[in-house]
């Protein structure tokens, strides 16, 4: 049980348009999403906490108009890239807060803006 | 305010090895602890956590952590290491009960040797 599905696993777009993460709970209800932002060979940066029905909570640092977040039912979370840039190429990977052990995370989104 | 630190970001062993990763935290208030393991392009399992019961957790694949409040530790080990033991491995820490943002270590990549 506590399955979370992200998708796609990997995108290729290019320089100013944007592109979705969906991540899904598949065998529970997910109220808090959280989405991650790890660059290569680094730890797991936290970028906003969604939670179904209310607007996220971004960290410091993380532009909100950049990264769109909607949590619009309580299966599924997504994370909308705008006007991506090479820059915003990384490894971005969801999870979502579950009854058992806590944490569940999805396998995870490789994005690559040329 | 919590914080987590991962000493040794690389870790050769070889392999029947003992692994040992070493995990240190800082937490206003107890905490809750878990360790993770990450494949190439995947996102994070599970492999054991504490919360607040037995010091002493047992987690999948061989792997145990204990928990030692006076030396704000949560070190990882496993007795004899095993080829697919080879992974990034991080510790992360949340105040209280889960449900809160969890911080992330630096994390630490183990190779084995043959």
């Known amino acids: 049980g506590a399955v979370v599905s992200q998708h796609p696993s990997w995108v ?48 410091q640092g993380v532009e909100k108009d950049k990264f769109l977040i909607n949590h619009a039912s309580l299966t599924l979370s997504t994370l909308t890239v705008t006007s991506a840039h090479p820059e915003d190429s990384s490894f971005y990977i969801c999870s979502a807060r579950n009854r058992g052990d806590g944490y569940t995370f999805g396998s995870g989104t490789r994005l690559t803006v040329v | 305010a919590q914080s987590v630190t991962q000493l040794g970001s690389h870790v050769s062993v070889s392999e029947g090895a003992l692994v040992l990763l070493r995990c240190n935290y800082s937490s206003s208030v107890p905490p809750y602890l878990f360790w993770y393991v990450q494949y190439p392009n995947q996102g994070l ?27 704000t530790s949560f070190h990882l080990t496993k007795p004899s290491a095993h080829m697919r033991d080879a992974a990034e491995y991080f510790c992360a820490v949340t105040p ?19």
């Open chain 2, 45 to 71: 399992q599970l492999l054991l956590k504490y919360t607040s019961a037995a010091t002493l957790v047992k987690g999948i694949n061989g792997f145990e952590a204990e928990f030692k409040k006076s030396e």
């Open chain 1, 12 to 59: 290729i777009c290019k320089s100013g348009t944007s592109v979705k993460i969906e991540c899904r709970s598949l065998d529970f209800q997910a109220t808090t999403m959280f989405w991650y932002r790890q660059f290569p060979k680094q730890s797991l940066m936290l970028m906003a906490t969604s939670n179904e029905g209310s607007k996220a909570t971004y960290e």
């Open chain 2, 96 to 114: 209280g009960a889960a449900g809160n943002k969890l911080t992330f270590g630096g994390g630490t990549r183990v190779l084995v040797k043959p």
